[in-house]
């Protein structure tokens, strides 16, 4: 994918000022940003840390010069900076977790570097773990940019603010004076997906059969009522409902995915929100995903009477931004004319 | 798997009284009873109803008389009775489920008839659906006949018991003037396994490799404790520590499926406790399943201060005796010498 962003050409905010990636498990995203932040070019592969095009050091040299080599020719003194799991212990080098409570000076003080071949330094994020000692342990790697993106929005959430971000491990993160204080992972997709696939739950749910729409919110809403009746240790039974409703014939088989969808969203919105109920009263909560899934969690999040103060798009961009801008790259930034965005 | 029961022979208990069959999913078990539901000789093989020898109809023929076709022949007019999968709607003839309350005399009122293809009249119990209408329905299958073995040995515990199966899929049942009043089915065995095998939670866990016995201990502790302060909700985020409390070496990745089995058990025990506080106080709890089993759970019912009041081994083939008496097949019984002990 490869999308060039137009603007009034020649003005200073339109040069370079930064090449950003989002290096996930799957995806490698690049963002070429200017001064202000804003994406003059984005592009994105399949070559997660999980699926490089050779293996060892050298695949991540090769999936960098894939997406993004004319822009590191173009710009040879423009900072490169990374976030995600190419930063952990399977990626192209370790940057070890920083401690709660933490934002992006934290993380720009902690940062990891790497060199490519052709001798281009990249900064590259280190993850966060929060460890309250008494409770389990909980760690993001990805999320804490997002979220350095999303406090860069608006002054307001920066002070306080509950980040939920809905996905394969959802997280619910606890931001107060400007950093991250605390977070839980919610492994409610890959929850999802696992007993779908493989137990005995998705047995009667039938491959490429549509619910209806009211069946299908019929049954997401059975799964949030469910949910929010819950008490403390029901969900393993709950979950067997999916297969009781239908075979009792409550809902049709192509719902029976809605109930567990609806279940399993509204155990993590029960305990997302008495996260945020933790925080002080007025406490905005924002949603940050994909849209289709957000609609999902904002008629989870209606059933509990609450809506989110906003829903984000993608903040990755500008969280390695402001990763950026505290590990100081910006002021050095070179700044070219911006043909670039004219770049395949 | 063969084994004869040895007793003093001659006294007029050593005669068959009734063949019993507990027929489940992945195996067939077969149980020579006299007219004491003593158990005279049983058997089992793998041709449970997804095992057959060969398809349709006939495969369930084939399976009964690989099992006991010699029990069959040498006893021409001793009945016949089965429990289990056997009368699902994959089985040899659907038992459709009978309702909440049920004793054995229900399930003998509406039990279900096949005929072999030599002639001979097999008796197949129902399973039991539980459905208050305002929560989500619940089935069991199997688990009501060994519930009737149960209550057959002891007077108290058919009036007031709760009984928890552990499993695959446990059941926690209350039992109330003698019949089941209720139960709710818990996941916990195929989450486990699940979860294991196809989840991100089993990728740090090492094959073949066994955690210490302190280890062991420790990781199942860690999962109880975090089950007994969990808030309604908490679960999914609580199956994310199996990673995280790898990651910071808190345990050693091989004890960290003990973890996991301290949690999901947790919170089985949390919810199924529950069920057992709503009931008349005094109420004795029992277990009944796999030693092994057992014992796991014994020791998180002692973290919640709870010690079941017995705990019982196979009452399945009591049970079928106790479903066959309720059907009125014993008072017939064609007993014949216990020579039938020493058949293969």
Wanted: aromatic residues 6%.
């Amino acid at each position: 994918m490869d999308r060039t962003v137009t603007s009034s050409a020649g003005t200073t905010s339109n040069r370079p000022a930064l090449i950003g990636l989002d290096w996930g498990t799957s995806s490698l995203r690049g963002f070429l940003l200017d001064g202000s932040a804003r994406i003059l070019a984005e592009r994105s592969n399949g070559h997660g840390i999980q699926n490089l095009p050779q293996p060892g050091a050298a695949g991540f040299d090769a999936a960098l010069t894939l997406l993004c080599g004319d822009w590191l020719d173009t710009h040879p003194t423009l900072p490169v900076v990374a976030g995600g799991m190419v930063g952990s212990a399977q990626g192209w080098v370790e940057a070890p977790y920083v401690t709660t409570p933490a934002d992006a000076t934290t993380l720009a003080d902690q940062a990891a570097r790497v060199e490519t071949a052709a001798g281009r330094q990249i900064l590259i994020a280190p993850g966060v773990l929060h460890d309250p000692g008494t409770a389990i342990p909980d760690v993001m790697r990805g999320e804490e940019i997002q979220i350095a993106g999303a406090l860069a929005e608006n002054a307001g959430w920066a002070r306080n603010a509950c980040v939920a971000m809905p996905g394969t491990h959802s997280k619910w993160v606890q931001v107060a004076d400007g950093r991250i204080a605390g977070f839980s992972t919610y492994m409610t997709g890959e929850l999802f997906a696992v007993l779908k696939t493989h137990s005995l739950l998705g047995r009667l749910m039938p491959a490429g059969v549509d619910a209806t729409p009211e069946d299908e919110e019929a049954a997401f809403a059975i799964g949030i009522r469910a949910a929010q009746s819950a008490g403390p240790g029901d969900l393993p039974h709950q979950l067997f409902a999916t297969r009781t409703l239908g075979l009792t014939k409550r809902l049709p088989p192509e719902a029976l995915a809605h109930y567990l969808s609806g279940l399993l969203i509204g155990h993590e919105l029960r305990s997302g929100l008495a996260l945020l109920a933790e925080m002080p009263a007025g406490t905005p909560l924002l949603l940050i995903g994909d849209p289709a899934l957000c609609r999902r969690y904002n008629r989870g999040l209606a059933a509990f009477g609450t809506t989110p103060a906003a829903q984000l798009g993608n903040t990755a961009p500008r969280g390695l931004f402001q990763f950026a801008a505290a590990a100081g790259l910006l002021s050095s930034a070179s700044a070219t004319p911006s043909s670039i965005k004219s770049a395949p």
